[in-house]
């Protein structure tokens, strides 16, 4: 069975740090694009970074330069994304998704596999 497994999400105060993790069966990371997108209350999803087969990164979002970073552990079939020094705008459900071939996209419609969505919440 194809899927992706999302965790880690949670309530964090500003400043503060949270790693995602998204865990995937049924096929190898390696082959496949891996995009973060976030979706905020009353807006649309968006495009944060993305991991490229080959290991590079793209970022959509230049709010979270510096500040969030993506890694794949081949071993375990998982992508991470660590979200460091989180701000109130950084609140959002966080979702992962897979794109067979190398490149990354922002768009939401290019991507096969997804995940069911974590809650980020960054609040005092």
């Known amino acids: 069975q194809v899927q992706l497994v999302l965790s880690g999400g949670g309530l964090v105060q500003p400043g503060g740090s949270l790693r995602l993790s998204c865990a995937a069966s049924g096929f190898s990371l390696n082959d496949y694009a891996i995009g973060w997108f976030r979706q905020a209350p009353g807006k649309e999803r968006e495009g944060v970074l993305c991991?490229?087969?080959?290991?590079?990164?793209?970022y959509y979002a230049d709010s979270v330069k510096g500040r969030f970073t993506i890694s794949r552990d081949n071993a375990k079939n998982t992508v991470y994304l660590q979200m460091n020094s989180l701000k109130a705008e950084d609140t959002a459900v966080y979702y992962c998704?897979?794109?067979?071939?190398?490149?990354?996209?922002?768009?939401?419609?290019?991507?096969?596999?997804w995940g069911m969505g974590t809650q980020v919440t960054v609040s005092s």
């Open positions: 998704a897979a794109r067979a071939g190398y490149y990354c996209s922002s768009a939401v419609g290019l991507y096969e596999y």
């Open positions: 991991m490229r087969s080959s290991g590079g990164t793209t």
